[in-house]
C-alpha cells in the first residue's frame, strides 16, 4: 500500500525508485476530511470509538446520497484531533501508534535482557542499541565529535581522485547516496541476473516544489535558517555556516530542476537507463567512475542501470562549475544531515523551528523512546521483527487472511478470462502473470542473519555506522552471485513490523506484513462484509497493481517487457484516462488539485481492490445465504462500502497535505473514501443512489478495466 514499488537495489533505493507499490503511504495517512459538523449529529470521544469498522463512526444525519464518506465516518471525523507529534489521524495511523507501542514495549524490555543474552542474538542487539540512542548524557557530552573521522576525510580531499575515493568510502559508512551510489540489483529486463545500478544523491527538502515553486519562499527560508543553525552546532562559525547554507541550496535547487518529476518517476522506462560503463564514465565524466568502482570491488566491464539520468548530467556539470571547497561544504551538510538523529539533541530546537514553519503548526517531537524504538525498526528491522512475531503474531489471522488471498485471485483470473476487450495474446500473458502472482502472509520464511554486526551498549553512532557498513556490504556482494531477494526487508513498507501491504513488479509478488492483520484492515472476529471490503480490498488492490499503468509494464517473471498488443494498450489508456479526469476534478484545499496522473495507478487499484471485495462478498453470501441480512439496520452490501469508506476516514495538517499532494501517488484518504466506489455498480444499487445525486456517476465515466 505504500508507494512504493521495489527496484531491489538497497532500502534507500527502494524507496526513492518509487517502484513497491503498496496500500498507503507512511503512516498511511495522507487525507483530507474538514467537512463541517453535522448540526444535529450528537458528540462523541475518539476514545469511545473502536480502531475497526463501527456504526457509532457514522453520522447518519448525512444523506448517504450526498455525502457518502461524511455519512460513513463524520462522527469520526468530528472527534478526531491531531496529535501535537503527528501530521494526520486516521484509523491507519492508530494501528501504527499501536503497533509503535508495542515495539516500545519489546525494546524496553530488551534493555533489561540484553545483558544475558548472547553476542550477536536479536535479543542483545535490539537492546544494546536502545540502550546505546537512550543515553541523552552520553550524546550530549559527545556532541558531534563521532562524526569528526568523516568530517577529516572530507577536509582530506584535495584533488578529484581524492574527491572519487572519499566518495566510495563515505557510501560503505552512510549507506546512503551523498551525491551518488552505486548498489546491485536484478536486472530490469531479466532478474535472474544480478547488475550494477547507480542513483544519484538525495535532497534536503521533501518535495520538488520546494526548491522550484514561487510560493515556497517562506519554507527555502526556514530551510536556509535550518541549515545555518545546525552546522553551527557542527562547529562552523555563524557567518561560514550562512554561507554555506546558501551554497547548499544552491546547489540542492539545481539538482531537483532537473529530475524527474514524481509523476514522470513512475514510468520505469524514463526512470531507468541502462548503458555500458564508458557511456556512465561519459556521463560523470568528472568523477573517475573507474576508481569509484574498484573502491567497491566492481568491475568495470558490462552495463550498468542508471536512475534519473537528467540529474546526473546537472550533478556532474555542478562538480565541474563549483569550486573543491564549496563541493566540500556540500559533502559535509550531507554527512551531518543523514546523521543528526544518532548525534547530540542540541538538533532538535532547529529542527522543530523548520517543521514549524513546513507544516505551519507547533510541532512536538515524539518520545526519546518512541524515536529510538524508530531508528531501530529501519536499521534493524528484521531482529526486531523477530521478537514482534514471538509476541503479537497470530497464526489464526494468517490462515484466515490466506483464504480470502485464494478467492480474490480466482475472481481476478477468473475476470482476465472473461475479459472482452483484451485481445487472446494479450490476455494469455496476463493470465500467466496472474497465475505466477505469490502472495507471502506476515514474515519470512529466513531472516537476514546480523549476528556479525558489533553492537555496543555505549555507542549510539558507532552502532549505525557499521549496521551501515554491514548493510553495504552484504548489498555488494550480491553482485556475481545468484539472484536472492530478501524477503519482508523494506523499511516503512514490508517489514513485518509496518502497517502496510505492498506489491512488487519485479518479483511480481505481494508482501503483507504481521502488523497489518489487525483493525482496521482485519478482524478475525468481525463479520464478511466488512473483512471482504478492508483485508480483502487491500489484496485486490495489491493484485491490480499488477495490472495498472505501471505494473503492466513488467512480466509474468518480474522483468520490463511490453507483453501489450498496441490495440490492447490504446484501450487501457482510454480506460485510464477516466482516473486521471476523475482525479484532476478534486480540490484538496483551495487551489490545490489532485494530480491525476500521478495518481492513477493507486486509483486504478483502489477500483479494482473494492469490485473484487464486493464481487467475493456477494460469492460468499450466495454460499451462506444465513450471513446475508442485516446488522444493525445495515445490509453486508451496506456494511461493505461503508467499511472502506470508514477505512481511509483521517484528518492531516495543510503543509503535510499540500507536500504529499505534490510528491505521493496516492491521493487524499476523503477522496480514496469515495472515488472509487463510484464505478462499482453494486455501490449505487445498496444506497438506492440515482441520477441527479450528489455521489452519482454516469456509467460512461465508470472505469470497467479488470
Not at 78 to 106: F, N, R, T
Not at 256 to 273: G, I, Y
Request: net charge positive.
Amino acid at each position: 500500500m505504500i508507494n512504493n514499488q521495489q527496484f531491489r537495489l538497497s532500502p534507500w533505493l527502494t524507496s526513492s525508485m518509487a517502484l513497491l507499490l503498496g496500500i498507503c503511504t507512511t503512516p498511511c495517512s495522507i487525507a483530507l476530511s474538514d467537512q463541517p459538523k453535522s448540526k444535529t449529529s450528537e458528540p462523541v470521544s475518539l476514545q469511545q470509538l473502536p480502531l475497526g469498522f463501527s456504526i457509532e463512526k457514522m453520522d447518519t444525519t448525512v444523506d448517504p446520497k450526498k455525502d457518502f464518506h461524511r455519512f460513513a465516518a463524520g462522527k469520526w471525523l468530528d472527534a478526531a484531533k491531531i496529535p501535537p507529534d503527528q501530521l494526520s489521524i486516521s484509523g491507519i495511523a492508530l494501528l501504527a501508534v499501536q503497533v509503535s507501542q508495542q515495539l516500545e514495549q519489546i525494546t524496553q524490555q530488551s534493555v533489561a535482557q540484553s545483558t544475558k543474552a548472547a553476542k550477536g542474538s536479536p535479543l542483545q542487539q535490539v537492546g544494546d542499541l536502545y540502550a546505546s540512542g537512550m543515553d541523552v548524557k552520553q550524546l550530549e557530552s559527545l556532541g558531534v565529535s563521532p562524526l569528526k573521522p568523516l568530517f577529516d576525510r572530507v577536509q582530506a580531499i584535495d584533488s578529484p581522485q581524492q574527491l572519487t575515493k572519499t566518495l566510495a568510502q563515505l557510501q560503505i559508512k552512510l549507506n546512503k547516496p551523498i551525491i551518488v551510489q552505486v548498489g546491485i540489483s536484478p536486472d530490469p529486463q531479466n532478474n535472474k541476473i544480478n547488475t550494477i545500478a547507480l542513483i544519484g544523491g538525495t535532497l534536503g527538502l521533501p518535495s520538488q516544489e520546494d526548491y522550484l515553486s514561487p510560493n515556497r519562499d517562506a519554507i527555502r527560508k526556514a530551510y536556509l535558517d535550518y541549515v545555518t543553525e545546525a552546522l553551527a552546532i557542527a562547529g562552523s562559525s555563524p557567518a561560514e555556516a550562512t554561507s554555506a547554507a546558501k551554497k547548499i541550496l544552491e546547489i540542492e535547487t539545481r539538482i531537483a530542476s532537473k529530475q524527474l518529476t514524481p509523476a514522470e518517476f513512475r514510468d520505469p522506462n524514463r526512470r531507468m537507463k541502462k548503458m555500458s560503463f564508458a557511456q556512465l564514465q561519459s556521463l560523470l565524466s568528472n568523477l573517475d567512475m573507474k576508481l569509484y568502482f574498484q573502491e567497491l570491488k566492481l568491475p568495470t566491464t558490462g552495463n550498468v542501470v542508471v536512475v534519473d539520468p537528467g540529474s546526473l548530467v546537472e550533478i556532474n556539470q555542478i562538480l565541474k562549475e563549483y569550486p573543491l571547497n564549496d563541493i566540500k561544504t556540500y559533502l559535509r551538510w550531507g554527512l551531518l544531515n543523514q546523521n543528526i538523529a544518532y548525534l547530540t539533541p542540541a538538533f532538535e530546537k532547529p529542527l522543530l523551528a523548520f517543521k514549524k514553519v513546513y507544516y505551519g503548526k507547533e510541532f512536538e517531537f515524539q518520545s526519546r523512546s518512541k524515536r529510538v524504538t524508530a531508528l531501530i525498526s529501519e536499521k534493524y528491522g528484521h531482529p526486531l521483527s523477530q521478537l514482534y512475531v514471538k509476541k503479537h503474531f497470530s497464526p489464526e489471522a494468517k490462515k484466515q487472511v490466506e483464504g480470502i488471498i485464494q478467492q480474490i485471485k480466482t475472481l481476478f483470473r477468473a475476470r482476465l478470462e472473461a475479459n472482452k476487450w483484451l485481445t487472446d495474446a494479450t490476455r494469455k500473458s496476463a493470465l500467466e502473470k496472474i497465475d505466477r502472482v505469490v502472495i507471502k502472509v506476515g514474515y519470512p520464511e529466513k531472516w537476514i542473519d546480523y549476528s556479525s554486526v558489533d553492537i555496543r551498549r555505549d555507542d549510539f553512532f558507532g552502532n549505525v555506522i557499521r549496521t551501515n557498513e554491514f548493510l553495504s556490504r552484504r548489498d555488494l556482494s550480491r553482485f556475481g552471485k545468484p539472484v536472492t531477494n530478501d524477503e519482508f526487508d523494506v523499511p516503512n513498507s514490508t517489514l513485518p513490523i509496518v502497517v502496510n501491504a505492498a506489491y512488487d513488479s519485479t518479483v511480481n509478488g505481494i508482501e503483507i506484513p504481521a502488523a497489518f492483520l489487525q483493525p482496521p484492515f482485519f478482524d478475525p472476529k468481525g463479520d464478511a462484509a466488512v473483512n471482504f471490503c478492508s483485508m480483502g480490498a487491500v489484496i485486490g488492490h495489491e493484485i491490480t497493481h499488477g495490472f495498472d499503468s505501471q505494473g503492466r509494464l513488467y512480466n509474468a517473471q518480474g522483468n520490463l517487457q511490453n507483453w501489450w498488443t498496441d490495440q490492447d494498450a490504446a484501450k487501457f489508456v482510454a480506460q485510464t484516462d477516466k482516473l486521471v479526469k476523475q482525479a484532476d476534478a478534486f480540490e484538496v484545499l483551495p487551489g490545490v488539485r489532485l494530480n491525476g496522473k500521478l495518481t492513477v495507478g493507486e486509483n486504478l487499484a483502489d477500483v479494482g481492490g473494492v469490485s473484487l471485495a464486493y464481487q467475493a462478498l456477494e460469492q460468499y453470501l450466495q454460499k451462506n445465504p444465513q450471513a446475508n441480512q442485516k446488522i444493525n439496520g445495515y445490509t453486508p452490501q451496506q456494511r461493505c462500502f461503508i467499511a472502506w469508506s470508514q477505512l481511509w476516514a483521517t484528518k492531516v495538517n495543510e503543509g503535510a497535505l499540500r507536500q504529499n499532494t505534490a510528491t505521493d501517488g496516492h491521493p487524499v484518504g476523503a477522496y480514496r473514501g469515495i472515488a472509487p466506489l463510484q464505478h462499482e455498480d453494486g455501490f449505487f444499487k445498496a444506497f438506492d443512489i440515482k441520477p441527479g445525486d450528489p455521489m452519482w456517476r454516469d456509467e460512461k465515466d465508470r472505469v470497467k478495466i479488470w
